[in-house]
């Protein structure tokens, strides 16, 4: 797999996204289920993810309470080509 970076990758259905954030704001979910949830949408959608890259990406989610257009900027740094 390589990163995406300068690749494209797809902008991302606002109801995907949207759908994602509510699952990664639910209380109860720690980093490594955030990384699962976040590793599973990117799969599903045809790209892969390191764990560590997915794991960082939802403490940055977290930390500033990610929107929309930054949850899909987060997803485009840590996709990577299948």
């Known amino acids: 797999m390589t990163k995406a970076k300068g690749a494209h990758v797809e902008k991302f259905a606002e109801a995907d996204l949207s759908g994602l954030r509510e699952d990664l704001m639910k209380s ?6 955030a990384a699962d949830l976040i590793s599973s949408f990117l799969v599903a959608r045809g790209y ?3 764990t560590q890259d997915a794991r960082k990406a939802a403490f940055r989610m977290e930390a500033i309470s990610c929107s929309l257009p930054c949850l899909q900027e987060e997803l485009e740094k840590i996709a990577q080509l299948m």
């Open 28 to 33: 109860g979910l720690d980093s490594w289920q």
């Open 48 to 50: 892969g993810v390191s």
